[in-house]
């Protein structure tokens, strides 16, 4: 397994009221008795849209999952092409397709709590950098701004209208209230797009946001794109719509990734961080399948890091978007481990947080203790992983609670079993 399984893990405990089951060494993720999410040791298992089903089994990653005999369920057997935000995408569209088949007042609650993101390296990245990243791609606009007062990030209002539009696929989408200069409060609508693939209605949901912030606020909204597939062709900047003479037209300004695939020698010699997040991006598609070269990659991406001396907090905010946007296979994630500590002992900064990189060397050290028994040693590594969840806040206290219970329940019941005398059946 690589370290996509442990994040697929954390992610599916991030969704409301998710449960936490383990058979054999099959875990589910379920929704009052119905599973959304499997992992076992050939891969996952998630239910999609039938309109999705045939287009999602063409991927060389992705085949028609059998082990439920049901239609439209799919197991992603190799993590070779795929996007880290796919698997936000397709555990998030299966969570909710099994939610609407629940009783209409449970399907209410559920998608009342359920946020249109979760954590994603692109979220945070844009969170902790929001000025670096403004003053990167639109210098002129940053110099409008007052940033002597904070911006203010609207989860809440942008979580309020996306819940009631129908749009089609989640991106990550940051809604910030800002000052300019002369003093004029406004809201900036930054939206990713963040999927390897393109889509036709991408200008529509950017033009259906704008209008109902404008309509339930009453101000106007600043839109933009930031483009991060591998289409360069692909540059939608415009929706327009025209029945009997009525006309609606809607533009924005985008910014496209690859564009900066040219001009390396500048990434390279910026002082803006964000010039990391762009670059530490473009080796991820550059590198899609070759693995050596993206550890080569991902090695030196941290070190011109930590030579750029970036405050601590900036410092963590890249190390965490490079780690987790450039994923390694175990074997050569624990050589950039390796690497990585040295290189941090070099230059006497420390970024290392809960990422890929601790969650390995905590496995490895779970490993020591699985002589003792496989199965012992798998729920003393998930006792782990859900302290791990704890310290991180992805899961509720009582959820926590009720699960470590019964993995303690588990563990006792096999050390009762190891000390009680075998029976012997003929």
């Known amino acids: 397994m690589t370290i996509d399984i442990r994040l697929f893990r954390s992610w599916c405990l991030q969704l409301p009221e998710t449960k936490y089951v383990i058979k054999n060494q099959d875990e589910y993720f379920q929704i009052f008795g119905k599973t959304f ?80 993101d979760i954590d994603s390296p692109w979220k945070d990245v844009i969170g902790s950098l929001f000025q670096d990243c403004v003053e990167f791609f639109a210098p002129e606009i940053a110099k409008d701004i007052d940033w002597s007062k904070s911006p203010l990030f609207l989860d809440k209002e942008l979580s309020q209208i996306m819940r009631d539009s129908k749009t089609g696929r ?36 950017m033009f259906t946001y704008s209008n109902r912030l404008e309509d339930l606020y009453q101000m106007l909204v600043a839109s933009f794109a930031i483009l991060v597939d591998d289409h360069p062709e692909w540059r939608p900047s415009s929706y327009r719509s025209e029945i009997w ?19 390396w020698d500048e990434l390279e010699k910026s002082t803006n961080p964000f010039a990391i997040v762009v670059m530490a991006h473009l080796k991820m598609l550059e590198t899609k399948g070759n693995h050596d070269n993206r550890l080569h990659w991902k090695i030196e991406l941290t070190r011109m890091m930590h030579n750029k001396r970036f405050s601590p907090e900036k410092g963590y905010a890249l ?77 509720a206290i009582d959820q926590y609670n009720q699960m470590m219970q019964g993995l303690k329940t588990q563990l006792e019941a096999i050390s009762q079993a190891t000390q009680s005398p075998q029976m012997v059946t003929t």
């Open 37 to 116: 999410a499997m992992i076992n040791p050939s891969g996952i298992r998630l239910k999609c849209a039938k309109d999705d089903y045939h287009q999602l089994i063409q991927h060389p990653d992705i085949n028609p999952s059998k082990i439920y005999g049901k239609k439209e369920w799919i197991w992603i057997h190799s993590f070779n092409d795929l996007y880290v935000d796919d698997f936000l995408e397709f555990i998030i569209n299966s969570y909710e397709i099994i939610v609407h088949t629940l009783k209409s007042e449970v399907k209410k609650r559920l998608l009342s709590k359920l946020t249109h």
């Open 170 to 205: 989640r991106f990550v989408d940051k809604l910030v209230q800002i000052y300019r200069l002369s003093g004029e409060i406004k809201w900036v609508l930054f939206h990713l797009e963040i999927q390897g693939q393109r889509q036709s209605s991408f200008p529509k949901r």
């Open 319 to 395: 190390f965490q978007f490079i780690d987790w946007i450039m994923m390694l296979p175990r074997e050569l994630a624990t050589s950039y481990k390796k690497k990585i500590y040295k290189i941090e002992e070099e230059c006497k900064m420390k970024f290392l947080a809960l990422t890929s990189i601790e969650l390995i060397a905590k496995e490895e050290g779970r490993e020591e203790g699985r002589e003792e028994g496989l199965e012992e040693g798998k729920i003393l590594g998930q006792m782990d992983l859900l302290n791990q969840l704890k310290s991180m806040k992805t899961i």
């Open 245 to 263: 003479g009525t006309r609606k037209s809607f533009e924005f300004p985008i910014i496209k990734l690859l564009d900066y695939k040219d001009r």
